[in-house]
């Protein structure tokens, strides 16, 4: 089948046009919901002082190299849109979509290893309830967000998950 040659042009402009879109910086990392702090999941939770300071050591020891990272990523991200944008060679990309990548990946683990280190400070009790707690804070986040967002999921905070 053939396509007509003004259909393959335009085709190719929308992609050209739309890939700034495709390689924009990642947005900002997910701001936490420091449930370790909040009245409601600590009482719930039967969260100990201890417990939670604990969990706030956790974070605060993490968060500096949690910054760093998604601050990388945004830098990796920026030089892979300018090179989109400069018609870079395809093994050039190749190389900075690796690079990309890779940041990502060592920003989210990370993340889950910060996140799985806070949960160990649980009891197993305390993770049965935190689990339900965690269930129903999305649950209200998800809703909340629903006339916003138009049927598009959520990606605000997010609690740890295990």
Known sequence: MMIPQRLRLAAA?????AS?????????????????????????????????????????????????????????????????QSDADEAALTRQIDRVETARANANKSRSLMLVQMVKVLTPEQRTRFNALHDRWQQEQQQQQQPQRQGRPPDGPRPPQH
């Open 20 to 84: 700034p879109l495709l390689a924009q910086r990642p947005p900002d990392p997910p701001r936490p919901f420091a449930w370790w702090k909040s009245e409601p999941f600590k009482k719930e939770l039967g969260l100990t002082a201890d417990q939670s300071s604990r969990i706030d050591k956790i974070w605060e020891t993490t968060r500096l190299e949690l910054r760093q990272e998604w601050d990388e990523l945004s830098k990796l991200e920026a030089k892979l849109s300018r090179m989109i």
């Open 13 to 17: 402009a929308l992609l050209i046009s």
